[in-house]
């Protein structure tokens, strides 16, 4: 576990990703999958509790993620930390982009009645790309800080897509997410940034989507989180997986990174 100061929240290392508990169209995975049904997911999950994980991130652009999740921790809320996020959609086969105060709004509202909660850990912008122009001319963190000052969510910021993007969303919000991993290593001043500015960093596709291959002499999945957790200002990464070895697998490899071992 890791404690986000600025925000006074703890969350485990290793985070479980749902995407794939909601959508399988239009990914970027190695292998075609079927959804889980709500006992695989509700296996799953006890597991990931077992294991010390209490992060959960999901989005409504990840289908019936949201919705499956709110069904199954039903009386179960506050062993976890919801991060969902605002601003894409999926809607037949297509991502649909609005970032407006009243689409955030709408969004925030439709995710607290479907997670079946009445206030949101860590709300995310899911950019678009246009980082910057999202931060300065959407003013996209103000509208979630008003949410944040009613109590409605606890931490806010962006997932981004951009060096710039990802450095304005440190100087302006509580938390960056930023692809890091053997492939993409262009936005690691940003999580050193955020270090410096002690902001959380979470790290989403640490294993590019399942496309990392044989990368070293040891198993790639361990020197992938080898790799991202090398990374001083790392608070946790994020793991999409439906299967609980991996997940296992995931874990185990992160407490011996973390322990020196």
Known sequence: ?????????????????????????????????????????????????????????????????????????????????LCTKVGEEFIDGQSHFDFSATAIQKSIERSLKRLKTDYLDIVLVHSN????????????????????KKGLIRAFGMSTKTIEGGMLAVDHSDIVMVTYNFLHTEERPVIAYAHEKQKGVFIKKAFASGHLEKISAEDPIQA??????????????????????????????????????
């Open 1 to 81: 576990m890791i404690t986000l100061n600025n925000v006074n929240m703890t969350v485990s290392r290793i985070g479980l990703g749902t995407v794939k508990f909601g959508r399988n169209q239009g990914v970027k995975y190695p292998h075609p999958f079927s959804l889980p049904t709500d006992l695989a997911i509700q296996e799953l999950l006890s597991r990931a509790q077992e294991l010390g994980i209490n992060l959960l991130d999901t989005a409504p652009a990840y289908g019936t993620s949201e919705e499956r999740l709110g069904k199954l921790l039903t009386g179960k809320r506050s062993d976890w930390v």
């Open 224 to 261: 992938a989180m080898r790799f991202v957790f090398a990374e001083e200002g790392v608070s946790s990464v994020i793991v999409g997986t439906l299967n609980k070895t991996h997940l296992e697998q995931n874990a185990c490899h992160a407490s011996m990174l973390l322990a020196g071992i």
């Open 129 to 148: 790309g246009d980082d910057v122009d999202l931060i300065e001319n959407k003013l996209v963190f103000e509208t979630l800080g008003s949410f944040k």
